[in-house]
Structures are given as structure tokens and as C-alpha cells.
């Protein structure tokens, strides 16, 4: 089966560093393989129709999973009526029925030999005795096979064989609830169109890396947010190790030698920027995701080093151990919000961001300064 010669209007995507590849089929994009993981139902046993699932097609340019739209997809939940059985040594192939298709169902018989003394049983207790019940009914009814008319769960792999697709069962068993068949139709609308019919789509964030990524590869030039990222990894890494370094600004930065050298690969004129302005965002980014520098406003340009700086840790525990004086915090502790909303109203302060406040009150409850009396409200543990 090759797919490859029925598409129209295909165009493959190749970096050799990032080593992603997207495939267009009309408005349809079908990802990477390394990609499917940011995809929901390929990890899950998807409740299909039949009918879909014989349609299913191999991804383009893989043989491991089939394409819905553009969702991977390798396991499937139906539910069914057994039209025909075919018994063999070691399983029995089953027909399955659901209205919209017929599809081939493999189920293995089950493997007796493992099985223990069935005397011993009797010295279990009575809750494990049912369930083992349960289980040896169950190995029965998998031995015995199913009948035909049998209302039937199954999940498992699409495998195709002889070009066609059929299910590999890893869970079978017969559903005894009338209304099951019903209800499995009723969902499954609402399935397909809240979930399965609409395209998977990359994060935008993995979608710009990998847009910038293929960018670049093109060009042979990195871009501005490629440097700005180095930049951030390397500030980062030069903080944590640094416990002299309480406070600097962005212009110190720029003189550090590891700084310097990344700073000096930017060679797009298009958007030339000043080094001190590349540093200002790497240490924005830094507040805004990490957490770990915060922008002190009392003087310009200021950063703190939350890695080694007690500052605003210290501004923190007197502001906590201050309003849970008050009654209406001395049972339940302060909510994080109210806190960033005091540091607010100080000058230091008053541009600090959630992230570098949450790291903050992290390390504190790790000092067990702090303790965590609900999801995000804190007590002093000093008064």
C-alpha cells in the first residue's frame, strides 16, 4: 500500500537538527513521529465506528500507527454484535457487527498452565475468592468463545492483514447490559465531534521552535529568539553557580565572556538589535517562566538573583508572618494572589511577577519557613 502516490500537493519538511517532519496533504498536516506523543488518542483505546475503523489508512511515511484525520491512532474500543465465529488451536476470530461495518476480531484463548492449586483457593479470603472467581469465569468464557448474537466489548490494536484492517483483542468480554449498544451510539456523536474531527494541532510554542528551527536551516543564520534563548540557558547557568551574585543589571551581563561570545553570532541585519537589549529579554523570559531573577524597581535596570538572594524571601516571610496576625488569615494562611498584590504596593516590588513570587515561596516551604495549609495559600512557620 502506498500512500505516497495518491497525494496530491505533498511537501516534506526536513531539519537535520531538529529532526521533525510535517507532511500537507490539502489543508491537512500530518506530524513526526516524535510529535505524536502531544497527541491525546494516540495513548488511549479510542471509541470508533467500525466503518472508521476499516477506512483507517497507514500514517504517511509510518507503519506503526493509522491516520484519523491527522491523529495517530493504534487502539481502538468497539462495541458489537458477533455476526460469525471461526474457532482455531489457539484463538478464535470473531466478526463483529456495530451497525455502521463488519470487522475481524482475534481474540487468543487464554493460557491455563500458569494456573495453581485450585484447593489452595479455599484458604484466600471471601473477597479474594470472588475475585479469583471472577477471573477463572472469566478464562472461561474466553476458552468457550462467544455465541453468535453476543453483545461483545473489545479493545485492541488495528493490525492490517491481507490488506485489510482487523483488531488484535488485548480486553474482550460480553457486555450482558441491553441499553449498552444504545448508549455506545448515542456517544459516540459527540465523540467525533468534540474530539476525533478536529485536526491535531502542535502547541504554538512547538510550532514556533520548529518553524524557527527550519528558518535558520534555510538561511544558515540563527535568528534573534534563537540567541535570546542561549543567552537566557547561559545567564541562568552562570546565576545558580554565582552565590556572590545577589543583584546586576543587564549591562553586566553583557560583559560576561560566555554572554559576549553568543551575543556575537547574531548576523541578520534585519533585526539587529543592541546586546543589552537581547540580555533585557533573556532575563524577562527568565522572570516570566523560571522564576529564578526578578526586576527591582527602586533602581534602574535592577535585577535580583533569586538562586542565592534573600531579599525577597525575607520580604515574603515578614509580610506572611504580618497578615497572619490578622483573623482572617490566622486559621487558613494567605493566598499566593494576595501576596503578589502587597508586594505590589512596595516599591521593590511592584513589578514582580507570579512565577518568581511561586519559586520563591517554593524554596521557603522547602527551608520549612513556610508551610502550605491549602493548594495555594501559606503560613509562616515563625511568629
Not at 448515542?186 to 465523540?191: G, I
Request: glycine share 4%; net charge neutral; with cysteine.
Amino acid at each position: 500500500m502506498n500512500l505516497g502516490m495518491t497525494r496530491l500537493n505533498v511537501e516534506i519538511f526536513c531539519t537535520d537538527r531538529s529532526q521533525w517532519k510535517m507532511v500537507e496533504d490539502g489543508s491537512r498536516q500530518y506530524h513526526q513521529r516524535d510529535l505524536w506523543g502531544m497527541d491525546y488518542y494516540l495513548r488511549v483505546y479510542n471509541r470508533m465506528y467500525i466503518q472508521d475503523v476499516l477506512k483507517f489508512r497507514l500514517y504517511p511515511h509510518f507503519i506503526e500507527a493509522f491516520a484519523y484525520k491527522n491523529h495517530p491512532i493504534h487502539k481502538v474500543d468497539i462495541l458489537g454484535v458477533v455476526v460469525h465465529v471461526d474457532e482455531r488451536d489457539r484463538c478464535f476470530i470473531y466478526a463483529i457487527d456495530d451497525g455502521t461495518g463488519v470487522i475481524s476480531c482475534c481474540c487468543w484463548k487464554p493460557d491455563l498452565r500458569h494456573r495453581g492449586d485450585e484447593t489452595m483457593s479455599s484458604l484466600l479470603p471471601s473477597s479474594l475468592q470472588k475475585k479469583l472467581c471472577d477471573i477463572q469465569d472469566e478464562e472461561k468464557q474466553a476458552t468457550s468463545g462467544y455465541s453468535h448474537g453476543d453483545l461483545v466489548h473489545i479493545k485492541g490494536k488495528v493490525k492490517v492483514f491481507r490488506e485489510v484492517n482487523e483488531i488484535t483483542a488485548l480486553y474482550h468480554a460480553k457486555v450482558d447490559n441491553p441499553t449498552a449498544e444504545i448508549m455506545r451510539m448515542v456517544e459516540l456523536p459527540k465523540l467525533y465531534k468534540m474530539c476525533y474531527d478536529k485536526p491535531f494541532e502542535l502547541p504554538h510554542r512547538v510550532k514556533e521552535e520548529l518553524d524557527m528551527a527550519r528558518e535558520e536551516d534555510k538561511t544558515g543564520v540563527k535568528s534573534c529568539r534563537r540567541i535570546i534563548q542561549e543567552v537566557s540557558a547561559a545567564v541562568s547557568e552562570y546565576l545558580r553557580a554565582a552565590p556572590s551574585v545577589t543583584e546586576f543589571t543587564a549591562s553586566q551581563m553583557c560583559r560576561l565572556p560566555a554572554i559576549a561570545s553568543i551575543l556575537a553570532q547574531q548576523q541578520s541585519l534585519e533585526e539587529k538589535q543592541s546586546h543589552v537589549s537581547m540580555v533585557t529579554q533573556a532575563l524577562q523570559k527568565l522572570e516570566e517562566e523560571d522564576g529564578t531573577v526578578c526586576r527591582r524597581m527602586e533602581a534602574s535596570a535592577l535585577y535580583e538573583n533569586l538562586h542565592h538572594s534573600k531579599a525577597l524571601k525575607t520580604a515574603i516571610l515578614n509580610l506572611l508572618i504580618k497578615e497572619s496576625q490578622k483573623p482572617k488569615y490566622a486559621e487558613r494562611g494567605c493566598h499566593y494572589l494576595h501576596i503578589l498584590d502587597e508586594l505590589h504596593r512596595t516599591v521593590q516590588y511592584s513589578k514582580l511577577h507570579q512565577a518568581a513570587l511561586l519559586n520563591c515561596l517554593q524554596t521557603l516551604e522547602t527551608q520549612s519557613d513556610v508551610i502550605r495549609t491549602y493548594q495555594k495559600q501559606y503560613l509562616p512557620c515563625v511568629t
